[in-house]
């Protein structure tokens, strides 16, 4: 990653990109009403420095255990308390649930450069998102079975990891309470219950295989794990994707909430932050805009993950769409006609984001390709300009917020130099993310703490694997 002032070279996906920052600097076609519209998602350095120090402390009062219970950024112990050494082996099956594609997968770690995975992503019916547990958890049973038999699998006695994407409060390595439903998700009967017995318990009703549920684990902390099996130095695990969180590696002493936090012969402990419901406490409606408050209410959890739906690809796609549909009313773009499609809510992907900030200055192939999807025609330069003002606008903001999540643990850690494994659908596909991200960062740490920023392949897949390995290695 080389730079130049105000161009960034960017190679991790594909072409090398030249790319400049605006950073809500009006393009001299966009109208100054549509700048002011926006004006309220462009956070400066004093607003950055001030959401990192409102998180350290939330994430404090996460940790501590008296504490804890009112605390916003709960930090859940995740108790993985081992890195990967590169020398675990097996092979372990793994499902992945929470992001945007369910998935079963079988995982091979045959040596530390050789590592199998075989997976299956399987079309999750928007229906069980709100139906209920039973039904929830049938589906991922009968999943599990189809990959089974399909690789002849039934009668091996395989340990599964279970990345299970939501807010967990963790007993053990195998058993975590759900505590609230995110990302749309709203299945009855599942909020208070151990996930990993109601897993298991449809696993052995089919009574079709012999799959041991042996540990649960949270995206970020699979995303960790994988990192951290190639680059030693890896301590955060980063998810912008569908939702957005973190995990990092605490001292043991400092989880309190971990029963054996002063006895533990272990240093350290995976804390997973659950970083989305930062500001469910009001603490962050300094950054908020009247369009992430329509945004709250059309969701099914009003109130809660609001750190999340300023940052994560569920939320941003409607934002852009809240500040169009306001646009078109106020005769601002489109001569004030828009189309069914877009004002379908939800209709607006933030995937649109990624390719319509792709195009290079001036050029509006994706643009074009994404207006003619909504069935939006007929637009002339402004307009495009316009709309890719507001995508970056809200991507902007993203980035930075995320970066403030990523200095708040990096000073919480109080170390000099760290790795940190990302995945998720808006890092991976959104052509500046990584470069903002590392931009806005390097502004706000102190001088001479390095950081890398690296994909993490795999999380709930080799991730998962890491985690299952550890709980069969202390069951033994
Ligand atoms: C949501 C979930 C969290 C997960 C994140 C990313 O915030 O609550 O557990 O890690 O999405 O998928």
């Given at each position: 990653?080389?730079?130049?002032?105000?161009?960034?070279?960017?190679?991790?996906?594909?072409?090398?990109?030249?790319?400049?920052?605006?950073?809500?600097?009006?393009?001299?076609?966009?109208?100054?009403?549509?700048?002011?519209?926006?004006?309220?998602?462009?956070?400066?350095?004093?607003?950055?420095?001030?959401?990192v120090?409102?998180m350290?402390?939330?994430?404090?009062?996460?940790?501590?255990?008296?504490?804890?219970?009112?605390?916003?950024?709960?930090?859940?112990?995740?108790?993985?308390?081992?890195?990967?050494?590169?020398?675990?082996?097996?092979?372990?099956?793994?499902?992945?649930?929470?992001?945007?594609?369910?998935?079963?997968?079988?995982?091979?770690?045959?040596?530390?450069?050789?590592?199998?995975?075989?997976?299956?992503?399987?079309?999750?019916?928007?229906?069980?998102?709100?139906?209920?547990?039973?039904?929830?958890?049938?589906?991922?049973?009968?999943?599990?079975?189809?990959?089974?038999?399909?690789?002849?699998?039934?009668?091996?006695?395989?340990?599964?990891?279970?990345?299970?994407?939501?807010?967990?409060?963790?007993?053990?390595?195998?058993?975590?309470?759900?505590?609230?439903?995110?990302?749309?998700?709203?299945?009855?009967?599942?909020?208070?219950?151990?996930?990993?017995?109601?897993?298991?318990?449809?696993?052995?009703?089919?009574?079709?295989?012999?799959?041991?549920?042996?540990?649960?684990?949270?995206?970020?902390?699979?995303?960790?794990?994988?990192?951290?099996?190639?680059?030693?130095?890896?301590?955060i695990?980063l998810?912008v994707?569908?939702?957005?969180?973190a995990?990092y590696?605490?001292?043991?002493?400092?989880?309190?909430?971990?029963?054996?936090?002063?006895?533990?012969?272990?240093?350290?402990?995976?804390?997973?932050?659950?970083w989305?419901?930062?500001?469910?406490?009001?603490?962050?409606?300094?950054?908020?805009?009247?369009?992430?408050?329509?945004?709250?209410?059309?969701?099914?959890?009003?109130?809660?993950?609001?750190?999340?739906?300023?940052?994560?690809?569920?939320?941003?796609?409607?934002?852009?769409?809240?500040?169009?549909?306001?646009?078109?009313?106020?005769?601002?773009?489109?001569?004030?006609?828009?189309?069914?499609?877009?004002?379908?809510?939800?209709?607006?992907?933030?995937?649109?984001?990624?390719?319509?900030?792709?195009?290079?200055?001036?050029?509006?192939?994706?643009?074009?390709?994404?207006?003619?999807?909504?069935?939006?025609?007929?637009?002339?330069?402004?307009?495009?300009?316009?709309?890719?003002?507001?995508?970056?606008?809200?991507?902007?903001?993203?980035a930075?917020l995320c970066a403030c999540g990523l200095v708040t643990i990096i000073n919480k850690m109080?170390?000099?130099?760290v790795?940190i494994?990302i995945?998720?659908?808006?890092?991976?596909?959104?052509?500046?993310?990584?470069?903002?991200l590392q931009?806005h960062m390097?502004?706000l740490l102190?001088?001479?703490?390095?950081f890398?920023l690296?994909?993490?392949?795999?999380?709930?897949?080799?991730?998962?694997?890491?985690?299952?390995?550890?709980?069969?290695?202390?069951?033994?």
């Amino acid at each position: 990653m080389r730079r130049t002032s105000g161009l960034f070279t960017h190679s991790l996906f594909g072409p090398v990109l030249k790319i400049f920052f605006r950073d809500g600097k009006m393009p001299s076609l966009v109208n100054t009403e549509i700048e002011a519209a926006v004006k309220g998602f462009l956070i400066d350095q004093e607003k950055m420095t001030e959401v990192v120090e409102r998180m350290t402390k939330e994430i404090k009062m996460g940790l501590a255990k008296d504490t804890h219970s009112r605390a916003v950024i709960k930090c859940f112990v995740s108790h993985v308390q081992d890195l990967p050494t590169g020398k675990e082996r097996g092979k372990y099956l793994a499902l992945d649930l929470g992001g945007s594609t369910f998935r079963v997968l079988l995982v091979n770690l045959l040596s530390e450069a050789d590592v199998e995975i075989v997976s299956k992503s399987f079309n999750f019916p928007v229906t069980l998102m709100s139906g209920s547990g039973k039904a929830l958890f049938d589906f991922l049973a009968e999943c599990l079975s189809e990959f089974c038999h399909y690789h002849g699998l039934e009668n091996e006695s395989l340990p599964l990891g279970f990345t299970f994407s939501f807010p967990v409060q963790q007993q053990g390595l195998s058993k975590g309470i759900l505590v609230a439903w995110t990302k749309g998700f709203s299945c009855e009967g599942v909020v208070g219950k151990n996930v990993v017995t109601l897993l298991q318990e449809a696993i052995d009703r089919r009574g079709d295989m012999k799959v041991n549920t042996v540990a649960i684990l949270n995206d970020t902390v699979g995303t960790l794990m994988s990192c951290a099996f190639y680059h030693p130095n890896c301590r955060i695990g980063l998810i912008v994707g569908t939702g957005s969180n973190a995990c990092y590696v605490e001292k043991t002493v400092n989880a309190e909430c971990f029963e054996g936090y002063q006895t533990s012969p272990k240093p350290s402990m995976i804390i997973n932050c659950e970083w989305g419901a930062f500001g469910d406490n009001g603490v962050l409606e300094f950054v908020r805009t009247t369009y992430d408050k329509i945004v709250d209410k059309v969701t099914p959890n009003p109130g809660k993950q609001t750190f999340e739906k300023c940052i994560s690809g569920m939320y941003m796609g409607e934002l852009v769409r809240l500040v169009v549909m306001d646009m078109v009313a106020r005769d601002l773009m489109f001569h004030g006609t828009s189309s069914q499609k877009i004002q379908e809510r939800w209709s607006f992907k933030s995937s649109y984001i990624s390719d319509i900030e792709s195009d290079a200055p001036g050029e509006y192939r994706s643009c074009n390709k994404v207006l003619s999807e909504l069935g939006i025609v007929g637009c002339q330069e402004p307009d495009k300009e316009a709309l890719r003002f507001i995508c970056e606008a809200v991507s902007s903001r993203s980035a930075k917020l995320c970066a403030c999540g990523l200095v708040t643990i990096i000073n919480k850690m109080n170390i000099n130099e760290v790795v940190i494994g990302i995945d998720g659908s808006v890092y991976r596909f959104h052509p500046k993310y990584h470069d903002l991200l590392q931009f806005h960062m390097k502004k706000l740490l102190k001088p001479g703490v390095k950081f890398e920023l690296v994909v993490s392949e795999d999380g709930s897949g080799r991730g998962a694997a890491l985690v299952a390995a550890t709980a069969v290695k202390a069951k033994l």
